[in-house]
Structures are given as structure tokens and as C-alpha cells.
């Protein structure tokens, strides 16, 4: 295959995948991910793809990330990764933890597979403390108050800044929008402010992120990967990602 063809052949996989890996164009072009990643840099600076951690992503999906989905445009997507990181999550919490559980569709799920005693539950998420309400005579229910924010129903600004600096958790989970090198990434600075101090503030700290936000950037960079315990997340991981990523963390994708 010319190169000219080559190029525009991987083109045409960026744009229809939306976001591509290289082993999976070398693969689909059986080439060397070398020349693959060699193209991706020309064709990058042709702005005619966007690189991405282990691959590619097409720029008309950059663009359509511009705008945040709702919670409840989220709350359908990939269901069963989502319940699938969510049980990894619950397998994670020992009796007698305090727990912080971030704003997030994943999230929500955590209480669907807790089964341990004497939990304290810290959250700013209105839908995570809806789905522990039922649980309140098992558990201690703290909920984080602030200035409420309807596209994710989280918390934010400096009353919850204020009331979650004071305190200390044993084990914070933390949804992210975007995984990419190193950086953690949201779409809002103030949900992101909030989670990189719950973070802060764990003693053991594990981002929550499927398969799809791997390799995928978001507006605000919160936290660095390395400061974590653990990444968790599906099986739908690539390889190369579970290489690349568990340089930097311990990459959890099933229940222990």
C-alpha cells in the first residue's frame, strides 16, 4: 500500500472509530506500529487527527466532548462496564472504612455491591447518597453540601471546599471524564477541585474510569495517576493500555 493510501485509509479508521489504538491499526493495515505511529504524527500536524495516548482520536469527537453530557445522558452509557467497576470498587472496602464516593453514573452502582459493616459514607453527590438512602440503618451517611450543580448533581464552591477539608477518609473513589498519560481529567474545575481534595485527604485513593475514557482527554486535569493506589477499570482494556497505564498505578480490572 503507498503511503498516500496508507494515510488516508488511517484517516478514514480515526474518523469512523472515533478514537483508534495503534496496535489496532497496525493490525487492520499490517504495518509496524512504528510506521503507524510515524503517520499519526504527520497527520497530526495536518490536524487531520488528534494523538492520544497509544493512538488516535478524530477530531469531530473532540469536538462533540465540547459539550458535557448530563447525568442522565451518561447514566445509559455502557451499563455493564460501569457495574462491572463499580462491584471492583465495593470488593476494595474493608468493615469499618470511611469511604468517599465522587459524583458519577459508576458511582451510583458502588451501593448495589457492598456488603461490609460499620461503613461511614462521605459523598457531594446527591445521586450517590439517593442510592445509600436505603442503606442508612446499615451505614453512617455523611453528605458534603455546597452550591448544587444540576448537570452532574454534585456539590462544589467553598462550603463544600470547607466542610470536606476537615475531614479524613481511609478510601476515596473518584470517577474521571478522561484518563491520558498521566492526567485525570473532568469537565468542570470545580467538581475537579473537590476531587483532587477528597483525594488528597484518603489515605488510599483509586480513579474510576471504563475502557472508553482511557486514552481520552477532558477540560480539567485534576489529578496525576502516579498519586493513586489504582486505576479500576473493565476488561475492555487494551493491552498496550494495561502496560502503559500500570507503569504508573496498580490497574485493577476484576474483583479480587
Request: glycine letters at 6%; proline letters at 2%; charged letters at 25%.
Amino acid at each position: 500500500m503507498l503511503k498516500r493510501q496508507r494515510l488516508l485509509t488511517i484517516r478514514n479508521l480515526v474518523d469512523r472509530k472515533g478514537i483508534i489504538t495503534v496496535n489496532e491499526i497496525g493490525a487492520e493495515l499490517n504495518v509496524s506500529t512504528m510506521t503507524v505511529r510515524r503517520d499519526l504524527a504527520e497527520l497530526a500536524e495536518k490536524n487531520a487527527v488528534i494523538r492520544v495516548h497509544g493512538g488516535a482520536q478524530s477530531p469531530r469527537l473532540a469536538q462533540n466532548q465540547d459539550q458535557e453530557l448530563s447525568r442522565l445522558e451518561k447514566r445509559d452509557l455502557h451499563v455493564d462496564e460501569k457495574r462491572q467497576i463499580a462491584a471492583i470498587a465495593a470488593s476494595l472496602v474493608d468493615p469499618g472504612d470511611t469511604i468517599f464516593i465522587g459524583p458519577g453514573t459508576t458511582n451510583e452502582f458502588i451501593a448495589d455491591y457492598l456488603t461490609q459493616s460499620e461503613l461511614r459514607l462521605v459523598t457531594n453527590s446527591l445521586p450517590v447518597f439517593e442510592s445509600f438512602k436505603s442503606k442508612a440503618d446499615r451505614y453512617e451517611l455523611c453528605f458534603v453540601g455546597g452550591t448544587y450543580r444540576e448537570r452532574s448533581g454534585a456539590f462544589i464552591g467553598n462550603l463544600a471546599i470547607e466542610t470536606l477539608d476537615k475531614l479524613r477518609m481511609t478510601k476515596a473513589f473518584v470517577s474521571a471524564n478522561g484518563v491520558c498519560d498521566s492526567t485525570v481529567s473532568n469537565a468542570n474545575a470545580d467538581e475537579g477541585q473537590i476531587q483532587r481534595l477528597a483525594l488528597n485527604n484518603a489515605r488510599h485513593r483509586y480513579i474510576l474510569a471504563d475502557h472508553t475514557k482511557l486514552d481520552t482527554e477532558d477540560f480539567y486535569g485534576f489529578y496525576n495517576l502516579a498519586d493513586v493506589d489504582g486505576l479500576v477499570t473493565d476488561e475492555g482494556i487494551e493491552d498496550d493500555q494495561l502496560s502503559d497505564y500500570g507503569k504508573l498505578t496498580h490497574v485493577i480490572t476484576s474483583v479480587n
